[in-house]
């Protein structure tokens, strides 16, 4: 089965400075995506960035990256130059790529990003 | 291009009544289609899995005769809350797979009911 531990349920960060949010998972699986969401207060989930299992390189999005480390089974999210509009849940989370491919979640950090 | 909907996007019901929601892949065919629900500062949580053609597949604790699932096409998933209680007051969230792609998995926007 597969787990996915967020150990943050909050983070508070200021305006223009980077901020990591902690994400840890757990599975049997060799092959793996891993992915990270913004849900703002009005509910919506917002892709942010992917990585794969079999991925060497850190994947990165604009501002997001995503500090892959496969043997300490982490992926970490790090959110540089934060901005006002950073302010929301971010969830972690990891999909299976045989089966049903769905999707397990993290319970998630809300992230304030403060003036 | 990927874009999920969901109707309606918030609903207010009575105890006893059934209330069904809606998920339209708008531009590409989902063979599968994922129902998700999310309590009040939790995560989301799945619920079940929608193929296309054949019954859902449900999570465990999750009553499919209370949750009706109905994947009649390839664009276009419902979920059925029978008999809805209080307690079934949540966000439902939809995400439709499209098979081309890495990230594949695409939600709706959500759907908030409320049961009185």
């Known amino acids: 089965a597969q787990k996915i531990t967020q150990t943050q349920p909050g983070m508070f960060v200021q305006e223009k400075e980077a901020v990591t949010l902690d994400c840890t998972y757990d599975?049997?699986?060799?092959?793996?995506?891993l992915f990270w969401y913004k849900q703002p207060s009005s509910g919506e989930m917002i892709f942010l960035i992917y990585?794969?299992?079999?991925?060497?390189q850190n994947a990165t999005e604009g501002r997001y990256s995503l500090n892959f480390q496969k043997a300490r089974k982490s992926a970490n999210l790090v959110i540089s130059a934060s901005q006002l509009g950073d302010s929301a849940m971010y969830f972690c989370a990891m999909r299976e790529n045989t089966g049903r491919r769905a999707l397990t979640f993290g319970s998630g950090t809300r992230l304030q990003v403060q003036p | 291009g990927a874009v999920v909907s969901q109707h309606p996007s918030w609903v207010i019901c009575k105890s006893g009544t059934s209330v069904k929601i809606e998920c339209r892949s708008l531009d590409f065919q989902a063979t599968t289609m994922f129902w998700y629900r999310q309590f009040p500062k939790q995560s989301l949580m799945l619920m079940a899995t929608?193929?296309?053609?054949?019954?859902?597949?449900?999570e465990q604790g999750v009553e499919k005769d209370k949750f009706l699932i109905n994947h009649a096409s390839l664009t276009l998933s419902t979920l059925t809350v029978t008999s809805a209680h209080p307690e079934d007051s949540s966000f439902y969230i939809c995400?439709?797979?499209?098979?081309?792609?890495?990230?594949?998995?695409?939600f709706g926007p959500g759907t908030r009911l409320t049961v009185t």
């Open positions: 990585q794969g299992s079999y991925d060497e």
């Open positions: 599975t049997s699986d060799q092959s793996y995506g």
């Open positions: 929608s193929n296309e053609g054949s019954k859902a597949t449900y």
């Open positions: 995400s439709a797979r499209r098979s081309q792609g890495i990230y594949e998995q695409y």
